[in-house]
């Protein structure tokens, strides 16, 4: 199993950017799949999640309105929209796979990606 994040990289303040995360060696249609990031110095946060059909998506509060998950089941991808950004949003971003309990607790995710870099120039 795999999971490639890709769409990193560097933006001015108020730019957008769109990350992906493609899996292979299995289909994760049927789990819910989650962003984190892991800033400098900071432990890993929770981003966002989206349940396995798609139809619920939880962010963490002071992203809200900014980013968007959404995912691609016939693709196997998810993808996290980001709009707005500030310099506080540079960060290692890592996709992951989600199998059960609180859906913002690193812990309950079973597959990682290998993150994406994420720097936000002011």
């Known amino acids: 199993v795999q999971l490639q994040a890709s769409g990193g990289g560097l933006v001015q303040a108020g730019g957008s950017l769109r990350l992906s995360c493609a899996a292979s060696?299995?289909?994760?249609?049927?789990?819910?799949r989650g962003w984190f990031r892991q800033a400098p110095g900071k432990e890993r946060e929770f981003v966002a999640a989206?349940?396995?059909?798609?139809?619920?998506?939880y962010y963490t509060d002071s992203l809200k309105g900014r980013f968007t998950i959404s995912r691609d089941n016939a693709k196997n991808t998810v993808y996290l929209q980001m709009n707005s950004l500030k310099p506080e949003d540079t960060a290692v971003y890592y996709c992951?796979?989600?199998?059960?309990?609180?859906?913002?607790?690193?812990?309950?995710?079973?597959?990682w990606g290998q993150g994406t870099l994420v720097t936000v120039s002011s």
């Open positions: 992951a796979v989600w199998d059960r309990g609180s859906y913002y607790d690193p812990n309950q995710y079973t597959y």
């Open positions: 060696g299995r289909t994760f249609s049927n789990y819910g």
């Open positions: 989206i349940m396995r059909s798609g139809g619920n998506a």
